[in-house]
Nanobody, 130 residues
Framework: QVQLAESGGGSVQTGGSLRLSCAATDGRYLSGCMGWFRQTPGKEREGGALILIGAGTTYYDDSVKGRFTISQDNIKNMVYLEMNALKSEDAAMYYC???????????????????????WGQGTQVTVSS
């Protein structure tokens, strides 16, 4: 399974923007479904955005829809998460991970199948202050 590393987190003010990056650290090509997930202390890891590599089909949780954009760069073998209009509730540790297929419910990342994803990195911290 692919091993991944996240980067690009930081501290921004409410309404600000960040771009997170996800790269394979073991030389494998990203394939299948790539996802960005986030977790805050005491809560389950939740899916924010998914992208089907190649087709480019995307899925977003309602909480980030219209503000976050997941994208792929097949030449650089990277996946990105562009985050705009950040809110205090977006503050979390962000992770990327991979699965053979995107797992969704009603067009949103399924909260019940996060366990299927592999290759979790150390995460990158996003802090949003008012």
């Amino acid at each position: 399974q692919v091993q991944l590393a996240e980067s690009g987190g930081g501290s921004v003010q409410t309404g600000g923007s960040l771009r997170l990056s996800c790269a394979a650290t073991d030389g494998r090509y990203l394939s299948g479904c790539m996802g960005w997930f986030r977790q805050t202390p005491g809560k389950e890891r939740e899916g924010g955005a998914l992208i089907l590599i190649g087709a480019g089909t995307t899925y977003y949780d309602d909480s980030v829809k219209g503000r976050f954009t997941i994208s792929q760069d097949n030449i650089k073998n990277m996946v990105y998460l562009e985050m705009n209009a950040l809110k205090s509730e977006d503050a979390a540790m962000y992770y990327c991970a991979a699965n053979s297929q995107c797992t969704t419910i009603n067009g949103n990342p399924s909260p019940f199948e996060t366990y299927r994803y592999r290759g979790w990195g150390q995460g990158t911290q996003v802090t949003v202050s008012s």
